[in-house]
Nanobody
Framework: QVQLVESGGGLVQAGGSLRLSCADS??????MGWFRQAPGKERDFVAA????????YYADSVKARFTISRDNAKNTVYLQMNSLKPEETAIYYC?????????????????WGQGTQVTVSS
């Protein structure tokens, strides 16, 4: 069973930065993604990365500010978030998918972490 554990969330002022990490319990080398869910809203796609890190894809709202990366030797995926906005306050989840290619929909992913809270103050 794949277990994903996120870390790195916290409180940051608007315009600040955070780096989230997602540790995979096994060396699955699956495609990975980050999603977020704000209170009272649906879960939204943020970014995805292929199994070898060769391909990435971002939601339009985070392009040029967020960077997804991975270190397969450490079984870890990262999300560097810069220039954060208050409206990006949410629980951030990482997810893993067995399928090929990049996934942008939640139902394309097979395993989910418990999430990490990111709060951006104005």
């Amino acid at each position: 069973q794949v277990q994903l554990v996120e870390s790195g969330g916290g409180l940051v002022q608007a315009g600040g930065s955070l780096r989230l990490s997602c540790a995979d319990s096994r060396r699955t080398n699956y495609g990975m993604g980050w999603f977020r869910q704000a209170p009272g809203k649906e879960r939204d796609f943020v970014a995805a990365i292929s199994w070898n890190g060769g391909s990435t894809y971002y939601a339009d709202s985070v392009k040029a500010r967020f960077t997804i990366s991975r270190d397969n030797a450490k079984n870890t995926v990262y999300l560097q978030m810069n220039s954060l906005k208050p409206e990006e306050t949410a629980i951030y989840y990482c997810a893993a998918r067995r399928g090929l290619g990049l996934g942008v929909l939640g139902n394309e992913y097979d395993y989910w972490g418990q999430g990490t809270q990111v709060t951006v103050s104005s």
